[in-house]
């Protein structure tokens, strides 16, 4: 077979590779949007808990007559807390449970190793600093740079799985009375289970601030072809109907 038929056959194998293969697995998929229903029934039940007592403190103890940490900027009301809390442990065991089964299988598939690792070259400050440049300046990545994960978004998702949510977890735990009486580590590493109270707050803001971040990031890429991507697992091409 000659140089260009040889040539010839291997573009179109690498196109008809690149229209089969999905932007997303489905595991992926189905996976970010079990945490997004999850994480919205957490933020709308954590907040009836919050309301019942809007104000954080350190320590062990704390309580309404004591000085507190921080007075949040949000009504005092009596009784959500009550009956927020299944709703909380419910929606709180649906995260758990989702996020396992997409590090199980996020290993299990490369997934991390594939789509989530930085290359050792794109790990230097210029490239970084250059990403985050751009995004500040609002400028929409080209076609190729839309289809793969930038070496901010890799880092910032690895900590979020690997970091953020482990930290959501752990001091969720470190709230109730009956996991500390078996694992009692869990709240004395904190400093006290008022403590645990206000990191957990903590890193909820944070989780929010990444939530803002990056559907801003998907605003700029292109929102409904990025959400049709997380649904059928391929990204639309640009100048195609969607």
């Known amino acids: 077979m000659s140089a260009p038929a040889l040539e010839l056959g291997s573009r179109v194998k690498e196109a008809v ?5 999905p932007r997303h697995l489905a595991i992926v998929r189905v996976t970010q949007w079990m945490v997004v229903l999850s994480v919205i029934g957490l933020l709308v039940s954590g907040a009836g808990i919050l309301v019942s007592h809007p104000r954080l403190y350190w320590g062990e103890t704390g309580a309404v007559g004591t000085p507190s940490l921080i007075d949040l900027p949000i009504p005092f009301i009596i009784g959500p807390s009550v009956w927020n809390r299944p709703y909380h442990f419910f929606f709180a065991w649906i995260l758990v449970l989702t996020g396992l089964t997409y590090v199980a299988g996020g290993f299990i598939t490369r997934h991390f190793r594939n789509d989530m690792v930085p290359a050792k070259a794109d790990l230097r400050w210029n490239r970084i600093t250059g990403v985050v440049s751009e995004h500040l300046r609002w400028k929409r990545p080209d076609v190729n740079a839309a289809t793969t994960y930038n070496v901010v978004q890799r880092l910032t998702y690895l900590a979020v799985v690997f970091a ?16 500390t009486s078996v694992f009692p580590i869990l709240v004395t590493s904190l400093g006290g289970h008022q403590s645990a109270r206000t990191l957990h707050f903590v890193f909820v803001m944070l989780l929010m601030l990444f939530a803002i971040v990056h559907i801003s990031m998907l605003v700029l890429a ?11 697992g391929h990204m639309p091409q640009e100048g195609k109907p969607r």
């Not at 292109?222 to 059928?232: D, P, S, Y």
């Open 17 to 21: 590779t690149k229209v089969a293969a």
């Open 164 to 179: 953020l949510f482990p930290a959501i977890l752990w001091t969720g735990l470190a709230m109730s009375f009956g996991i």
């Open 222 to 232: 292109g929102f409904w072809r990025n959400v049709r991507a997380m649904i059928t």
